[in-house]
Structures are given as C-alpha cells and as structure tokens.
C-alpha cells in the first residue's frame, strides 16, 4: 500500500509564495507518477500539475492557470514530490492534494480516475 502526505499549506498573503510537499510510502512508489489536484470552496476537484518519472527528474505537465506560476519537481532519492507555488492568488484557494500513478507515465494526467493513490489534502488559503 502507498501512502501519501503533504505538507505545507497554510496563509499566504496575496502575491506570496508556498512550496507543497508530498511525501510518499511504500516500496514501490519511488518510481510512480505523481501529480497534484486542488478543490476550492463549493467545486469540483481539478487537476494542477503532474510530473512523469525517469532518472532525470521527469516531463512536467500543468493547468493552464497555473503555467508560468507553479512549479513541479520531484526527489526520487526522498520519494517526495514539490508544488511551488509563486505569486499566489485569492483564486489558488483549495485543499492541495497530491495523487500518485502506479506507472513512470502521466496518461490521463487531468483525470482523477488516472490516480490510484491519494494523499489527504492540505489547506491553501490566499488573503486578499
């Protein structure tokens, strides 16, 4: 089994900066898919970012919203995967969860049914 913990929400003034963690468990995870999904107030849960996996580091995929703005990256030495997130907005306000893939390959990446592992969430709140 494959848990998922993220860390690293919290307030933020507009215009701001937090970087998301995810750290993840399981002998088999350190080679999987990862990506993050946010739910704001009252909607959907929505893709934000997804990274592959190679020995490189990995292709790196975001929303629209958030290019230029976000950043993923991950650690294959501490199985952890990373969502900066700069010039933040009221807008970025959402539970943050990070999701993992029991593949090296994205596939669906938008697609929550892509994931087969889910952290619990952590709390993004933007002050205007």
């Known amino acids: 089994q494959v848990q998922l913990v993220e860390s690293g929400g919290g307030l933020v003034q507009a215009g701001g900066s937090l970087r998301l963690s995810c750290a993840a468990s399981g002998r088999t995870s350190t080679n999987y898919a990862k990506g993050w999904f946010r739910q704001a107030p009252g909607k959907a849960r929505e893709f934000v970012a997804a990274?592959?996996?190679?020995?490189?580091?990995?292709?790196?995929y975001y929303a629209d919203s958030v290019k230029g703005r976000f950043t993923i990256f991950r650690d294959n030495a501490k199985n952890t995967v990373t969502l900066q997130m700069n010039s933040l907005k009221s807008e970025h306000t959402a539970v943050y969860f990070c999701?993992?893939?029991?593949?090296?390959?994205?596939?669906?990446?938008?697609?929550?049914?892509?994931?087969?592992?889910w952290g619990k969430g952590t709390q993004v709140t933007v002050s205007s």
């Open positions: 990274i592959s996996w190679s020995w490189s580091g990995g292709n790196r």
């Open positions: 999701a993992a893939r029991r593949s090296t390959a994205v596939g669906d990446k938008r697609i929550e049914d892509a994931y087969d592992y």
